[in-house]
């Protein structure tokens, strides 16, 4: 790595330094710690300015010209499908359901690739059990490894690193892909996107624009906060907003309307278009009832939101066996509930964040996965189950089936 000069440095990063933290890794007595802060600090920005100013331009027009967003790729990425092949399949994918989203509903489609920096996971769970062991829990390859050991799984450091690196094979892929190949007049990207989730990693690549001295996350284009993360006091909320980015926030079923306006304060507060996208996971039987309220307490504040549906993380079950899975029926539903809401309340339903593979995976049941007897096939998923592209496709039809039916 060589310097960057426009690296903010390490030792005080932010007033988010000082500030509590969920779901971070037990690693600051690590030999390798500052080695691993430094050396990502004065490296330079996996993503530039000018890329994240185009691409809050784009999602700003959402508001306005119905076009829609498609944010979708991993659960989790590994570390080992960073290389030509496998990033070339997912670039594959991407423009398949972007292609035929646009031209189902006729509208411009901004793509957002899960890639590029999704290595890092949030779990319900510090630990889980191994047969007579308690270990702790995967985290992503940016903490631990998936590897069922005490020893693996220990919280390493170094691993930021690892992730930089190949991050960085992931987006000089995309740049070449957005910069050449064939564009289409409703095609835009693909940008990446991760959840903004270990501080340590995300602090050390916040830069500052040469060109108007703000400062911006340089290791993804979108960054977004979770559900588990997004309290205004805790240090995630305080690094995205002040940070120019164009950022999101993941909104569970059990999300108070005040409690959202928090963060959207906190992320929004001048209320620009383009800023702010929010990502109801609610499930399918639980949207109806808790996410009204919140897209009119968010709307009467005059905050020009970009809404897009997560219907997978609120969809989630366990087979007999006790394998995660996900119904496409279910994922279904809740999409098409997500923008009847909107469309009630007179809010743009912008599209859709899914979990979708690359290959031809059976992790989720529906289309040629029929039963739960199917799902062992090809379950390869690193922590949560993915549509296939195939079941990715069913869903995209589905609502551009249902807008339609409500446009005539």
């Known amino acids: 790595m060589q310097p960057s000069s426009s690296a903010v440095g390490f030792t005080r990063l932010g007033p988010w330094d000082d500030m509590p933290a969920a779901q971070q890794p037990d690693w600051r007595d690590h030999a390798e710690y500052r080695e691993a802060c430094d050396g990502l600090a004065s490296a330079p920005p996996l993503v530039g300015a000018a890329e994240i100013r185009r691409l809050r331009q784009s999602l700003s027009r959402l508001v306005t010209t119905e076009a829609l ?35 189902l509903t006729g509208r411009s489609v901004i793509r957002v690739g899960r890639m590029g920096g999704q290595f890092a996971k949030p779990r319900s769970q510090p630990t889980e059990r191994h047969g007579a062991l308690t270990i702790p829990s995967f985290q992503g390859h940016l903490i631990n490894s998936e590897i ?17 690196e190949a991050s960085d094979k992931v987006q000089r892929a995309l740049r070449r892909h957005r910069q050449g190949g064939y564009r289409l007049p409703a095609t835009e990207g693909p940008w990446s996107s991760h959840e903004a989730l270990v501080i340590d990693y995300e602090s050390r690549l916040v830069r500052r624009d040469p060109d108007t ?14 559900e588990r993360t997004r309290r205004p ?62 897209v009119r307490r968010v709307a009467n504040a005059g905050h020009p939101v970009v809404w897009l549906s997560d219907p997978m993380h609120g969809n989630t079950v366990k087979t007999r066996l006790g394998l995660k899975t996900r119904h496409l029926d279910d994922v279904i539903t809740e ?57 990715a496709v069913e869903l995209i039809e589905a609502w551009a089936k249902g807008a339609a039916a409500d446009r005539s």
């Open 69 to 103: 967003l498609l944010q979708l790729g991993d659960c989790a990425e590994s570390f080992y499908e960073c290389e030509p092949r496998h990033i070339a399949q997912k670039l594959r994918v991407i423009d398949r359901l972007g292609d035929r989203f646009s031209e």
């Open 148 to 164: 069922a050991s005490p020893v693996t799984r220990e919280a390493n450091p170094r691993r930021m690193l690892w992730a930089y």
């Open 213 to 226: 001295e703000d400062l911006y996350l340089a290791s993804t284009h979108l960054p977004w906060v979770g």
């Open 233 to 294: 006091a805790d240090a995630h909320v305080a690094l995205l907003s002040a940070v120019v980015n164009p950022v999101g926030c993941k909104i569970g079923p059990t999300a108070d309307p005040d409690d959202v306006l928090r963060v959207c304060e906190a992320l929004d507060p001048h209320r620009e278009p383009g800023r702010l996208v929010l990502i109801p996971r609610m499930g399918r039987e639980r949207i109806q009832e808790a996410l009204p309220p919140i």
């Open 335 to 391: 999409a098409l509930r997500f923008r009847d809401i909107l469309e009630a309340n007179r809010q743009h339903a912008a599209g859709l964040h899914i979990e979708v593979a690359a290959d031809d995976v059976t992790e989720c049941i529906g289309g040629s996965v029929e039963s739960e007897a199917d799902l062992q096939r090809h379950y390869t998923s690193l922590c949560d189950p993915r549509l296939n592209a195939d079941q």
